[in-house]
Every structure is written in C-alpha cells, then in structure tokens.
C-alpha cells in the first residue's frame, strides 16, 4: 500500500517514538542489571556488532530503497522482483562469510579489539544477529521503496515487545555466572527480537508477492548474481558509497570503546575506572542524546524514496519541497527535544539511573545543545544519496570522523578533561558533518530553507527553554524529580506550541497530514 511522503513518515514517527521509549526502556533496566561495568562490556561488542551489519548489508537497504522507487516510478515489477531477488542474495552470502570468519578467529578478533578480556563472551553471543539484521533491512528497504512504512514500523515495535519482554529474565539468569555472562545475555535478547521482526517482514512480503517470494528460495545464490551483471552495477553504484560512508562510521564508532578507555588510562584512571567512565558516556548520557533521533531516522528513510521518485522525474520543485519538508518537521520536533535535554538533563539522569551516577548528567547537559545539528544529519545525508550523491555523504563522512576521533583521544587523554574530552570530540563531529552535508545540498541543487520561518522556531525554542527552566528552578523546588519533570515538560511544551501556532509555523492544512485524527485536530488551528 503506497502512502504519500509526509503520511509514510508520520507513521515512522510514531512507531520510531513508542520503538525508543521501549528501547530507552531495555537501557535503563539493563544498566540497574549489570552496572556501568557491564554497560561498558555491552558498550564496546554493540559497535563491532553495527559495524559488522553495515558491512554485511552493503548499503542494499538504501540501494534498493531507491532502485524500486525508480523502477515503480517506471512502472516495471519485473526489474523491481529482480533487484530484490539480488540484493538479498548478496546479503546472505556476505553475512554467511562474516559470521563464519567472525566465530572461527573469535579469540584472536576479541583480544585485538577490546581491553577488557569479558568482552569475548558477549561477542559471541552477538553473531546470530548479523544475518537476522542483515536480510530484513533489505527487505524493509524494498518495502521503503514501494513508500509503505508500515512493514517498517511494525516490525521495528516487534523487535522492541520481545526484545523488552526477554532481557531481565536472560540477564539475571546468567547473572551468577559473571557480569560477562549476564551481558551476553542482554545481547542474546536481541537475537529474539530480530527474528521476530524478521518473521513480521517475510509474513508481509509473502502476501503481497508469493511469486517473488518463491524465486527468492528457487534461485541459487551464484546464478542470480551471475545472470544479472547489469543490474548488480547499479545497485552497486548506490550501495558502494552508502557503505563506505557507514563503514567509516562505524569504525570511528568501533575505536571508540577502544580509545577512550585508553585515554583515559593515559590521563590517569585505572582500568575499572575508565570502563566505568565509558560507560557512563557511551552507555548512559549518549543514548539518551540519540533517543529524538528516531525522527530523523523516520525522516531519512521516507526521504530516499521520495527524493529520488521526484528526482527521477525530474520535477525539480517536488524535490525542493520534500527535502524542505524534511527540514521543517526536523526542526519543529528536535527543536523542543533540545531545549528539554538541555535544561533537564540532570534531574533526567538521576530520575533514570539514580542520584549515584550525577556524573552522566552534567555529560548530558555539555552534549544536548549540539543535538539540533545532530537532527538534521541524517535527512540531509538522505537527501544527498536519492539525489545520487551518495559519494559527497561518504566524503562528509569521512572528514567529520577523523576530526571527531582523533580529537576524542587528543582530548580525554588529556588529564584536565578526562571523559569530557569525549563529550568535546563528539560534539566537534556532530556539528562539522552536518555543516558539510547541508554545504553540499546548496551547492549542487541550490537547495535554500526560510531563513524567517526558522528563525520564528527558535525564538519558540528559546522562549520554551526559559519558561521550563523558570518553573522548575522557581515554582516546584520542594516537589519530587518525577512531578518536577512532569509539570515543567508540559508547561514548556504548551507553550511552544501555542507560539508556533500564534506566529503561523503550524497550521490547517499541516495538521490535516497527521494520519488518523488530522481532520479532527485541524479545526482548532488556523490556516498559514
């Protein structure tokens, strides 16, 4: 069922919001589980583990996204089956390959890559979910190509439900064992998760094209790649700088859990103290930054099909307008999303992970102000790859992760700024790659935003952030963190949207969009 742009990325959101309240969820139990040290166990085998996924995928997922949006742009199933048959051939024979070098030179990998010995157990733990991950991503992106969102999306809350409902009782089962063994535990909760997910996807393919489905099985691996050269190379002229541009991210995210303990090591902590620290960091204070992030995930998945629909047309204006769209809903929500981490992030740490790690909140309040430009990375990446510049995102890229990791060692090894050297580095990558992605949309497209319309955005923001952090500071000293939080939230949030109603930001006919209730919203919002 195809769904219009903005309809297929309001249901992303809503099902990328209730996916990482679920998420946040598993962290914060986790972490009163196994710790910060177990967090830092778990904390450096997840990122060899996207890394991993990323290369196994090859960029498909983006590829395919785009390759069946043209070819149903085109009106052809026939190329449409044959470039999905493809793309997960060739997932499936690169995750057979990774998973079988990754289980055979286990030791030898683990030792290379982690400080911590434990960490061999986890990473062992992590392997089935490499083909799981790896072969619904391809078929989520065909499914992205066809604009229908909702095999996405209720796959994405499939994985969360069983991943949520098995991770206390596989942690603590393996909790006597060891904190490693716990968190292998943790990791194998995932395995579940996926496959569920995985088995949502196939059920929804399966009724829409039994056909295709059969094929899939039918063809052998080799003779599918073999027979169909033409079409591997344009998959492969997508996929290739999709790849190396996750690949370079996930190596700089692969060296963290390696340098900054290190650094920290340099700069004066003991080993236990520098995992501890790391985790604190990478386990705690980040995933509460990435949390909002699952907007600009909805938006950048909606984007690549639709710009590249639009591109294939060439109706310039739709393109314009969609990326300009893109823009809007990301600043709208992650306006807000900013101003609340900032002002909040303390009493949100210690509400979350309890008044023994104060530390994680002040990390938290030095990261949240950058998160705006963080928003906007991944939809303006998106853009640039269904326009056909996916090399230029790889190029971005690339430079904002050298700067970013070379300043996270430079810094946390320096004594004065310890696990706040991380936080500057971090901070330093976000802002640069977003600041060249959107250098590169004007540049080849002349790509322009409404410098007015944004400008009234932030004076919103600006005016949310102060009322909240008035209330809170003046108005409910004596309450508890929870009702502080509470009132203070939606105090500020009223307020926001009031004043982006009263300047006209949001109207009639955006309200309209929202599926389900939109019609019944609008009346109480004038018209733009």
Not at 94 to 114: D, K, N, R
Request: with cysteine.
């Amino acid at each position: 069922m195809r769904q219009s742009f903005f309809y297929g990325t309001v249901i992303l959101i809503i099902a990328g919001g209730i996916t990482k309240v679920f998420g946040f969820a598993h962290r914060i139990v986790l972490s009163r589980i196994i710790g910060a040290e177990g967090m830092g166990l778990y904390q450096m085998v997840v990122p060899l583990l996207y890394f991993l996924i990323t290369v196994t995928t090859f960029g498909l997922p983006v590829a395919i996204s785009k390759q069946v949006a043209e070819t149903e742009a085109a009106n052809n199933p026939r190329l449409t089956r044959k470039f999905l048959v493809l793309a997960l051939s060739i997932a499936s024979g690169i995750s057979l390959v990774i998973c079988t070098l990754l289980f055979v030179f286990s030791h030898w990998i683990a030792g290379a890559l982690f400080a911590d010995e434990r960490a061999h157990v986890v990473m062992l733990a992590a392997i089935p979910i490499i083909p799981i991950a790896s072969i619904s991503l391809v078929l989520r992106g065909y499914f992205q190509g066809k604009q229908n969102m909702v095999p996405t999306a209720v796959s994405q809350l499939l994985e969360q439900v069983v991943r949520m409902a098995l991770v206390v009782i596989m942690t603590i089962t393996f909790l006597s064992s060891g904190i490693e063994y716990a968190t292998a535990g943790a990791v194998a909760s995932i395995i579940f998760g996926e496959a569920a997910g995985l088995l949502y996807i196939l059920w929804q393919y399966r009724q829409g094209s039994k056909k295709t489905a059969a094929q899939i099985f039918e063809r052998p691996l080799f003779l599918a790649v073999s027979k169909s050269k033409a079409s591997i190379a344009q998959l492969i002229h997508v996929a290739l700088p999709v790849t190396l541009s996750r690949v370079i991210g996930s190596i700089a995210y692969v060296l963290e859990p390696m340098l900054v303990p290190l650094a920290l090591v340099i700069a004066g902590y003991t080993t236990a103290a520098a995992t501890g620290l790391y985790g604190q960091f990478a386990g705690m204070a980040v995933p509460l930054l990435l949390f909002p992030t699952f907007l600009t995930y909805s938006l950048s998945v909606s984007l690549v099909p639709a710009v590249a629909e639009a591109a294939y047309q060439n109706n310039a204006p739709l393109v314009h307008r969609r990326i300009y769209q893109a823009m809007r809903i990301t600043l709208v929500i992650g306006a807000p999303c900013t101003v609340l981490l900032t002002i909040f992030a303390e009493p949100l740490c210690a509400l979350l992970y309890g008044e023994q790690y104060a530390e994680v909140g002040i990390l938290l309040k030095e990261l949240a102000p950058f998160s705006v430009f963080l928003f906007f990375q991944a939809p303006l990446a998106a853009a640039l790859q269904g326009l056909d510049f996916a090399q230029v995102v790889f190029r971005n890229t690339l430079i904002s992760a050298i700067v970013k990791t070379a300043a996270m060692f430079l810094f946390t090894a320096h004594p004065s700024f310890g696990i706040h050297g991380a936080v500057i580095a971090m901070n330093i990558g976000i802002t640069l790659g977003t600041l060249l992605h959107f250098a590169s949309l004007i540049k080849k497209i002349g790509f322009t935003i409404d410098l007015w319309e944004f400008g009234k955005i932030g004076a919103a923001m600006l005016a949310m952030g102060y009322s909240g952090s008035y209330i809170a500071n003046h108005w409910f000293i004596e309450a508890s963190i929870g009702r502080l939080l509470f009132i203070s939230t939606m105090a500020s949030l009223l307020l926001y949207l009031v004043l982006l109603i009263a300047m006209r930001v949001l109207g009639k006919q955006d309200v309209r969009r929202i599926p389900w209730i939109g019609e019944q919203l609008a009346i109480f919002f004038p018209r733009r």
